[in-house]
C-alpha cells in the first residue's frame, strides 16, 4: 500500500484555454506559473502548483497527482503497486515543479501521478481574484463508488471520512475531512473541485468578488453538515463546478479516531461514520437542520456502507417519504448535493 501525503494538481482539459487562464488567475487568483503551447500551469500564490490546463476537445479531469513522502524512492513505488496487480509507467517533466512521476489509472480511467519531490514556483506578491491557500479536494461521479473506496483505501492508503447512505463517499489523506469524495452516478466525470481559503472573510470577499464578475453562485453560503465546511459554488466557464471552503472538519490525531470538536457538530466527538440518506444537507437555511422538511441524522458507525443507514430514516415511512421527494427537489435544483 502507498501513502498518500497529499494532493498535488488537477489537470484539466479545455477548448477554449486562454479563456481558462483568464478565468483562473483574475477571478480565482492562481498564478500562472508556466505556459507552453498547449498547457498552462497555475500555482497559488505560494508557489503550490495545483491546476493543469492543456488544450483538448471535451472538458475533462483526465489526471491528478497525489505526494507521497518526500524521498521515496519511485522505483519502489511502482513495485508495490504491480504487487498490487497494476501497470505504471515513469514520466518526467510533469510540471515545472515535478521531474519525475510513476502513472497509471484508477477503476474509473482517472491517470494516477503519484511523485515524491517537488519544487514550489517562484511566489506571486500580486493580489487577484479570491487567492486560496490550496486545491482542497476533488470529488467525482462514478458507478462503483464502493470499488473506488476500496481502491483507494488499499491501494494509496486513504481512510473514509463519512459515507452519506451508500452513494456518496468522503475519503481522507490528510487531516482535512476530506481530499477526494465519490458520487455514485451512471456516468464516470468531475463532479466538482474545491479550494481551501482561509477564513469565513474570504468566502464574503470571495461572494463579491464573483458577483462583481458577474458569475452566480450556484449553492451557498452554507456550512456542510458532512465535514461541516462553509462553501460557496459557481461554474467556471467550462461549466465545471467549483467550490471555495473553509472551516473543514480535522482529523488531527488518526489514533484518537474522532474530528476536533466543533460546537457546530451533532456527535460529541464527531467520528467518521455513515449517515443517513436524509441528512440535510448544510447546517444553515433550505435543506437544513430545523427547516420545514429536515429530520435528525440517522448516523451508523463507519464500516460497511449500508442500505440499513437509508432504511433506518424510513420510518415513519409516509412523513418520510414526503420529506424525501421535498428533498429530491431541492437537490435536482441546486446541485451539487451533497
Ligand atoms: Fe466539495
Known sequence: ??????????????????????YFTRIVGLNLAAREKNRAILATKSGVEAIVLERG???????????????????????RLKKAGLKSERRSDITPGIGEAIAFKDP?????????DFEFAPEDNTFTGVMPL???????QCPDVQGIVKFYCDVLGFRVSDWRSDFFAFLRCTRDHHTVNFLRDPKTSIHHIAFEVRDWSEIKRGCDLLARSNIKLTWGPI???????????????DGVTIEFFCDMDQMFDEELGFFEPRPWHQDRPQRPKVWGDETPSNWWGPMSRGSSHS?????????KPSREAASAARTPALAHARIRQAQKKSRRAAKPRR
Open 295 to 303: 429530520e435528525p441524522a440517522a448516523a451508523k458507525t463507519i464500516g
Open 108 to 116: 474509473k480511467g482517472t491517470t494516477l501521478e503519484i511523485f515524491s
Open 223 to 237: 456550512r456542510h453538515i458532512i465535514g461541516h465546511n462553509v462553501a460557496i459554488y459557481h461554474k467556471n466557464p
Open 57 to 79: 476537445s471535451a472538458v475533462e479531469a483526465p489526471r491528478l497527482s497525489f505526494q507521497v513522502a518526500p524521498g521515496s524512492d519511485l522505483g519502489e513505488v511502482a513495485s
Open 1 to 22: 500500500m502507498l501513502q498518500i501525503k497529499r494532493a498535488g494538481h488537477s489537470t484539466l482539459t479545455t477548448p477554449d484555454i486562454e479563456r481558462m487562464i483568464d
Open 134 to 140: 490550496k486545491l482542497g479536494h476533488i470529488a467525482y
